[in-house]
Each structure stands twice: as C-alpha cells, then as structure tokens.
C-alpha cells in the first residue's frame, strides 16, 4: 500500500507570506495527525482528525494555523501569515482505527525567511 | 505531563559494530506505550520497534531491540551488526495507552561509517 505522502517536501517563503501543506494519509485511515519539530526540538502534537472531524486542536500554536480535510481525505494545514518561528519540519500521520501505530510522512520542511 | 528524553544528540559507529540509544521518559500512567522511530535522510519515519509497558519482556524486531527498565524509566535501543542503511535520526516516543498523541524526544541522530 501507498504510505502517507506530504507536499511539498520543502517550501522557502518570506515572512508574511502564506503557505499550505497538503498530507495524503494511508487511503482508508480514518485518523489523521499533524505534528511538528521546530529545528533541534522535540516533535510536537498539533492536531488529530478523525475523518474530516477535527478530535483535538489542543497542540495548534495559535489562530494562523487552520487544518482542513474536507471529505475526510487528504488534509492540508495553513500557516497565514507565516513568522520566522514557523520554520520547521511538518509530519503528518495517519492510523487506522483498529491499529495502535501512527505511519508518518517524510515531513514537510518550511523555512520562513 | 509525560516527557521522554534523548541525552545523545549525535553518535556514530563502525559498520558490524553494536551501538546503543539511550532514552528515558517519565509518566504517571501505568498503561502506556514506548516506540522507536527512525527517519533516514529525506525519507518517511518509520517504526522501528514498539513496546507495551505491561510487557516485562524484551521487544526485538531483527537487528534491533530495547532494554526496557520500567521501574527506572527507561527506553534504549541497540542496534546490532549495524549497516550503513541504519544512518538515520532516531526517535524515541511515548503515549498513554488508547490515545495516540505522541510524545516524543528531541531524537539522536546516528551516522554508521563503512
């Protein structure tokens, strides 16, 4: 099976500016998870989907960052507008609700300049 | 809170030589779970080894296995007979059992020298 695909691999964007990551989870998982690990840092929860319905927001760092995945497929996480703290490497996970392991994505690299 | 701890930001080791990754973690949970993931360069994280707490034993999985000491909190990973292909960042993480936010480390990124 296909695993868990995140676009683009890296994005360099200027301060202000606005970027949208896309997460293809593992097709038929119902649970879908964005994290994130700012550059030396531990990885961080930001929030769990369970189908298009957002679970838990509890690790979003604030109103610029806005996840959708609408019709329960695919996701995509916005930054608008993106601060020189956003940079970091974004990953995405997906599991299936009979299993207990997450399958991460290579990640998402961001760079704000 | 749950914390989880990697003291190795970097190691290295000699191909076919052994190596271990130390991890600690701290919980007040009596259910939950351990995980090692590796990432190699610009490729998808994947797990390496998972271990339930209430297990007493050992988990292993090929060339790789864990030492875990609950009363001491503790999680590494040995690598035996490395390769070159185990060059990776390692990723120590743990969870409450029945939920999946995971809390992981800061990770060890680990170089295997031919």
């Known amino acids: 099976e296909a695993g868990v695909t995140q676009f683009p691999s890296h994005s360099v964007i200027e301060k202000g500016q606005t970027v949208t990551l896309r997460c293809d989870p593992i097709?038929?998982?119902?649970?879908l998870y964005w994290y994130r690990r700012v550059m030396g840092k531990e990885i961080k929860f930001l929030l769990h989907?369970?189908?298009?319905?957002?679970?838990?927001e509890s690790g979003m760092p604030n109103n610029r960052f806005l996840a959708e995945r609408t019709g329960g497929t695919y996701s995509t996480l916005k930054v608008q507008p993106a601060e020189l703290e956003d940079s970091g490497v974004y990953f995405c996970?997906?599991?299936?609700?009979?299993?207990?392991?997450?399958?991460f994505g290579a990640g998402s690299r961001l760079t704000v300049l | 809170a749950q914390t989880v701890t990697q003291s190795q930001p970097e190691m290295s080791v000699q191909e076919a030589e052994t190596v271990t990754l130390s991890c600690t973690y701290d919980?007040?949970?009596?259910?939950?779970?351990l995980f090692w993931y590796k990432q190699p360069p610009s490729r998808q994280m994947i797990l390496v080894i998972r271990?339930?707490?209430?297990?007493?034993q050992n988990a292993t999985e090929n060339r790789f296995s864990v030492n875990f000491q609950k009363a001491a909190k503790s999680f590494s990973l040995k690598i035996s007979d490395s390769q070159l292909g185990d060059t990776a960042m390692y990723f120590c993480?743990?969870?409450?059992?029945?939920?999946?936010?995971?809390?992981f480390g800061t990770g060890t990124r680990l170089k295997v020298l031919a």
């Open positions: 996970a997906s599991r299936n609700s009979g299993a207990n392991v997450l399958t």
């Open positions: 097709s038929g998982h119902d649970n």
């Open positions: 919980t007040s949970e009596s259910n939950y779970y």
């Open positions: 271990q339930e707490a209430y297990k007493q």
């Open positions: 993480a743990s969870s409450i059992s029945g939920t999946y936010k995971y809390i």
């Open positions: 989907f369970v189908k298009e319905s957002k679970q838990d």
